[in-house]
């Protein structure tokens, strides 16, 4: 249980940066909410990445493997994010009510891939 509110910490500093540039590349840059959730996506992962390696997972292996796999996780998450925002778009939903909804989701699988797979122990 602590380790996974050390992922939802960590997760939180993660998604208020995600939003940030979502929000941004939205309302400023016109850009398609599916898109600028990608890009949020992106930016909340490498933040995620370091502080999960050691503050939640206390992950002492080469961080090259690590973060290839983390990566791979996350970026399966952006996807599912990703597609998740664009069909609530598509129902009508506001973005940042879709993304939250995607949010809840992509973390805890997550959670469970990164606990298994990312940061295993050797």
Request: aromatic share 12%; glycine share 14%; net charge positive.
């Amino acid at each position: 249980m602590k380790r996974l509110a050390r992922y939802a910490t960590v997760g939180g500093a993660a998604t208020v940066a995600h939003y940030a540039l979502l929000a941004l590349a939205v309302e400023a840059g016109h850009w398609p909410p599916w898109l600028a959730s990608g890009a949020g996506a992106l930016l909340g992962a490498q933040i995620a990445f370091w502080a999960n390696r050691r503050y939640t997972f206390g992950h002492r292996g080469p961080w090259v493997p690590a973060w290839l796999r983390f990566h791979l996780t996350a970026g399966a998450g952006a996807l599912l994010g990703m597609g998740l925002v664009a069909a609530g778009v598509h129902l009508g939903l506001h973005y940042l009510l879709a993304q939250a909804g995607a949010t809840l989701i992509v973390m805890g699988a997550g959670f469970a891939a990164n606990r298994a797979w990312a940061f295993r122990r050797a």
